[in-house]
Every structure is written in C-alpha cells, then in structure tokens.
C-alpha cells in the first residue's frame, strides 16, 4: 500500500492498483487463546513455557464506501 493506493506484482514484474482509495489499513491476528492482539509475537509469558501460537489473522480495509474486513483461520497444526 503507497499513497492510499493497493498494488499487486502482475506477470512480468509490472505493478498493478488492485484497491483504491483506501483510508486506512489494519491487522489483527489471534492467538490460540482466542485473544486479538495489534503486534506478532505478542509481548506476554508464555504459560508452562510454550508460546501462544497464531490462530486467525484479520485485514481490515477502510474504504471510501466503508470497512471491508476479511479473516483468515489458521490450521492448529501442520505437519511437513
């Protein structure tokens, strides 16, 4: 995001605006204790010495027309 403006990377290396005007922009990502936090990783003491893990993360854009806002669940677990 530049200027209020969202670009994307098309094929060839050349910039696309994808989303314009946009007024504000934030995320928000949700740790497995259900708990929204504004900043990754989260400043808190881990419980029994294992760290909070990301669980959702929230994009919020605000628009002329208003917010739009999309939120992405994350899988508990992954495996290799």
């Not at 094929?11 to 910039?15: A, L, S, T, Y």
């Given at each position: 995001i530049e200027g209020g403006v969202m670009y994307r990377s098309a094929?060839?290396?050349?910039?696309q605006s994808v989303l314009y005007p946009?007024?504000?922009f934030k995320v928000r990502v949700l740790d497995d204790r259900?708990?929204?936090h504004d900043t990754w990783p989260i400043k808190v003491a881990p419980v029994l010495g294992v760290p909070p893990r990301l669980a959702?993360?929230?994009i919020s854009f605000e628009l002329r027309e208003g917010r739009v806002t999309r939120l992405f669940d994350l899988p508990a677990k992954t495996t290799p």
């Open positions: 094929p060839g290396g050349v910039e946009i007024k504000g259900r708990v929204w959702g993360v929230e």
